[in-house]
């Protein structure tokens, strides 16, 4: 189980809205149990749920917000 949900920067969160308004597949980098991983996806849906936010693709993946590294190019840690 993960600790405490951080919420990531409102500015990122406003990166991955936009890439989920185009549809623009990319590349999607993440911690998965603790292990980095890194899929080529496109955004479905942004939401939240028992007050963490989480991303779904379209293959059905959820990705919890906080455990993002990178979306596109875009380094989670450089957004305030």
């Known amino acids: 189980?993960?600790?405490?949900?951080?919420?990531?920067?409102?500015?990122?969160y406003d990166e991955l809205e936009a890439l989920a308004t185009r549809k623009k597949t990319c590349n999607i980098?993440?911690?998965?149990?603790?292990?980095?991983?890194q899929i080529r996806g496109e955004?479905?849906?942004?939401y939240t749920r028992e007050k963490?936010?989480?991303?779904?693709?379209?293959?059905?993946?959820?990705?919890?917000?906080?455990?993002?590294i990178e979306v596109d190019g875009k380094i989670a840690s450089n957004y305030c």
């Open 52 to 68: 963490v936010e989480y991303m779904k693709t379209t293959s059905g993946l959820e990705i919890r917000l906080d455990q993002l």
């Open 1 to 12: 189980m993960y600790q405490h949900y951080t919420p990531i920067s409102c500015d990122f």
């Open 29 to 37: 980098v993440f911690l998965n149990d603790g292990a980095r991983s």
């Open 43 to 46: 955004i479905a849906d942004l």
